[in-house]
C-alpha cells in the first residue's frame, strides 16, 4: 500500500472529532473542554488514544494542558507560530533560498492591500498610524523600527477580511525582512520604508483598491530591489528553521 493512503491513526481521528464538537458547541478560547472522564466516554476511545490527540492539538496551539486539580485542555485562540515553524522547516528541507519569501511578498501584499482599502475598520487605521508614529520616532533605532515594520504589514493582512492572508503574514513575520540572513537597513532605507508606509495608508484610508494595491507593489518592488543590489548573496541563502526559535 502507498504510505501516502494509510488511514490516520486512531488519535487523529479522536482529536478531528474534538475539533468538530469545539465548532459546533459554545465555546471560547479561554474555555475548558469537557474533562478526560467524559471525553473517554463521549468517544469510545482509550485513555492512551485520548491523550496523544489532546497532545496533537496542544502541538498545533489549538489547546493547552493545564495540570492539577480543576485543570485539563483548554481552548486557545492559535496564533501562526506553529505555521511559521512548519513553513521555514519545510524552506530549509527543501533548500528554498530567502528569494522565494520576496517572490511571496511581491506576489500577495499589493493584493492584500488592496482587500484591505475596503474592509478595514478605524481602530486597524489607527494601529497603522501608531505603527508610522513609532517609525517615525524610533528612525534611529532599528529594531524598535524593523517591529513597527512588522506590525504594519501585520495589520493590513489581517485587515483584507482573509484569515488566511492573516496567517500567511503572521507566519513569514519575523523573516520577511531579511534580517535573520544578514539584510540591513541603515537610516536612508528606514526613510524610504517611512515614506512608503505612508503612502500605503493614505490610500488604504481613502478607500482605493486600486491605488492600495498598487503603492505596495511600489514598495516592495523597492525593497526586492534594494536586496538585489545591497545583499544579492542574501537572496540566495536558506534561513535555518532555528533562527526562527532563536
Do not use: C
Given at each position: 500500500?502507498?504510505?501516502?493512503?494509510?488511514?490516520?491513526?486512531?488519535?487523529?481521528?479522536?482529536?478531528?472529532?474534538?475539533?468538530?464538537?469545539?465548532?459546533?458547541?459554545?465555546?471560547?478560547?479561554?474555555?475548558?473542554?469537557?474533562?478526560?472522564?467524559?471525553?473517554?466516554?463521549?468517544?469510545?476511545?482509550?485513555?492512551?488514544?485520548?491523550?496523544?490527540?489532546?497532545?496533537?492539538?496542544?502541538?498545533?496551539?489549538?489547546?493547552?494542558?493545564?495540570?492539577?486539580?480543576?485543570?485539563?485542555?483548554?481552548?486557545?485562540?492559535?496564533?501562526?507560530?506553529?505555521?511559521?515553524?512548519?513553513?521555514?522547516?519545510?524552506?530549509?528541507?527543501?533548500?528554498?533560498?530567502?528569494?522565494?519569501?520576496?517572490?511571496?511578498?511581491?506576489?500577495?501584499?499589493?493584493?492584500?492591500?488592496?482587500?484591505?482599502?475596503?474592509?478595514?475598520?478605524?481602530?486597524?487605521?489607527?494601529?497603522?498610524?501608531?505603527?508610522?508614529?513609532?517609525?517615525?520616532?524610533?528612525?534611529?533605532?532599528?529594531?524598535?523600527?524593523?517591529?513597527?515594520?512588522?506590525?504594519?504589514?501585520?495589520?493590513?493582512?489581517?485587515?483584507?477580511?482573509?484569515?488566511?492572508?492573516?496567517?500567511?503574514?503572521?507566519?513569514?513575520?519575523?523573516?520577511?525582512?531579511?534580517?535573520?540572513?544578514?539584510?540591513?537597513?541603515?537610516?536612508?532605507?528606514?526613510?524610504?520604508?517611512?515614506?512608503?508606509?505612508?503612502?500605503?495608508?493614505?490610500?488604504?484610508?481613502?478607500?482605493?483598491?486600486?491605488?492600495?494595491?498598487s503603492r505596495m507593489r511600489d514598495h516592495i518592488g523597492e525593497y526586492v530591489r534594494y536586496a538585489?543590489?545591497?545583499?544579492?548573496?542574501?537572496?540566495?541563502?536558506?534561513?535555518?528553521?532555528?533562527?526562527?526559535?532563536?
Open positions: 500500500m502507498n504510505g501516502s493512503h494509510r488511514p490516520p491513526k486512531a488519535a487523529m481521528l479522536i482529536a478531528q472529532q474534538i475539533v468538530r464538537d469545539i465548532v459546533r458547541g459554545d465555546v471560547s478560547p479561554g474555555d475548558l473542554l469537557p474533562p478526560e472522564r467524559v471525553m473517554l466516554e463521549k468517544y469510545r476511545t482509550g485513555r492512551g488514544t485520548l491523550r496523544e490527540a489532546l497532545r496533537l492539538l496542544e502541538f498545533q496551539g489549538a489547546i493547552a494542558l493545564k495540570p492539577g486539580p480543576g485543570g485539563g485542555p483548554i481552548l486557545l485562540d492559535p496564533d501562526a507560530s506553529h505555521l511559521a515553524g512548519t513553513v521555514v522547516l519545510l524552506m530549509q528541507l527543501k533548500q528554498a533560498p530567502f528569494r522565494s519569501i520576496a517572490e511571496v511578498r511581491a506576489a500577495v501584499e499589493p493584493m492584500i492591500s488592496g482587500l484591505a482599502a475596503t474592509r478595514i475598520d478605524e481602530a486597524s487605521l489607527a494601529g497603522l498610524d501608531g505603527t508610522i508614529t513609532q517609525m517615525r520616532d524610533h528612525l534611529d533605532d532599528q529594531h524598535v523600527f524593523l517591529e513597527a515594520n512588522k506590525r504594519f504589514h501585520d495589520i493590513i493582512a489581517w485587515s483584507s477580511g482573509n484569515p488566511l492572508f492573516g496567517y500567511l503574514a503572521d507566519s513569514l513575520l519575523d523573516i520577511m525582512d531579511g534580517t535573520l540572513v544578514g539584510v540591513d537597513y541603515p537610516r536612508p532605507r528606514r526613510t524610504a520604508i517611512l515614506t512608503a508606509h505612508e503612502h500605503v495608508l493614505n490610500a488604504i484610508r481613502s478607500g482605493d483598491p486600486a491605488e492600495s494595491e538585489e543590489h545591497k545583499f544579492p548573496e542574501v537572496l540566495d541563502r536558506v534561513v535555518p528553521w532555528d533562527r526562527v526559535f532563536a
